[in-house]
C-alpha cells in the first residue's frame, strides 16, 4: 500500500478535493441532504461506487440530515493511509453528491481520538486493546484501531516512566483547519487556558480549568 504524504494529500484537496478535510489517518467529508430520501440515495450510491472502483466501502455515518465519509485504505498489518485511490473515489464522491443535491460541509468534520503516555506501548497497548476490542493483538505500530471503529482509535506517546499520579490520558480533537482558531478562541472564552502552542498550526495544546489537557490537531505542518 502506497500511502502518500500530508503535504501530497493536502494538495489535492486544494486542486478539486474541496469537499474534504485530512484528519488523524482517514480523509473525510460531510455533507447535508435535503431530505432522507437523498441522503439515503446518495449513501447507496458511494457503496456502488466504491465496489465498482474495487474499494472497501467507506465507513458512512448517516443520521437525520447530516452524512458523514470516511476514506482510507489499509494494508495487511492494518496500518491506516491515504492513497491515490483514496483521493479518486473521493472525486467520485463529492461528484455524486452534487447529483444527489448534497450540500458539502467540510468545517464541520471532526474527528476524536485518544492519546496515552506510556513507557510501555506494547503492555499497555495489549490490554487497552483486548478491553476496547476483544483482541489483545490488534496493536499496529503505535496505535490501535477498532475495524469496525465502534469506538475513537488510541495512541501510544513515548514517554518516560514517572510515578502517578499525572495526566496519562488526552483527548486529540481532528479539525478542518480553517474552523480551529476559532474552536481555540471559544474553549478559551469557556474558561480554558492555553498550555502550548509551539507546535501550531499542527497541534495546540490547551487545558480546561481543572488543568485536564486536550490536543486541538490539523494536518497542517505535518509529513
Known amino acids: 500500500m502506497d500511502g502518500l504524504s500530508t503535504p501530497e494529500i493536502l494538495a489535492k484537496i486544494s486542486d478539486g478535493l474541496s469537499d474534504w478535510r485530512k484528519m488523524a489517518q482517514p480523509l473525510a467529508a460531510r455533507y447535508r441532504a435535503a431530505d432522507p430520501v437523498a441522503g439515503a440515495s446518495f449513501v447507496a450510491a458511494v457503496a456502488q461506487a466504491a465496489a465498482a472502483a474495487g474499494h472497501d466501502v467507506p465507513e458512512s455515518r448517516w443520521g437525520r440530515s447530516l452524512i458523514d465519509v470516511f476514506l482510507f485504505s489499509a494494508d495487511a498489518a492494518g496500518n491506516r493511509r491515504v492513497t491515490a485511490e483514496d483521493l479518486e473515489l473521493a472525486g467520485v464522491i463529492s461528484g455524486l453528491a452534487r447529483a444527489f443535491g448534497l450540500t458539502a460541509l467540510p468545517g464541520e468534520v471532526t474527528q476524536v481520538e485518544f492519546g496515552l503516555d506510556t513507557a510501555d506501548d506494547a503492555a499497555a497497548g495489549a490490554f487497552w486493546a483486548a ?28 514517554t518516560d516512566a514517572h510515578p502517578t499520579p499525572r495526566q496519562r490520558w488526552h483527548p486529540d480533537l481532528w479539525l478542518a483547519p480553517e474552523v480551529a482558531d476559532e474552536r481555540i478562541a471559544a474553549a478559551l472564552a469557556a474558561g480554558g487556558t492555553l498550555v502550548d502552542d509551539s507546535g501550531a498550526p499542527s497541534y495546540t495544546v490547551l487545558a480546561d480549568p481543572e488543568g485536564n489537557k486536550v490536543c486541538v490537531c490539523t494536518p497542517l505542518g505535518r509529513e
Not at 131 to 158: C, I
Request: charged share 15%; no cysteine.
Open 131 to 158: 478491553l476496547l476490542t476483544g483482541n489483545a493483538g490488534r496493536l499496529v505500530a503505535d496505535s490501535l484501531f477498532d475495524p469496525s471503529n465502534r469506538v475513537p482509535s488510541v495512541w501510544f506517546q513515548p
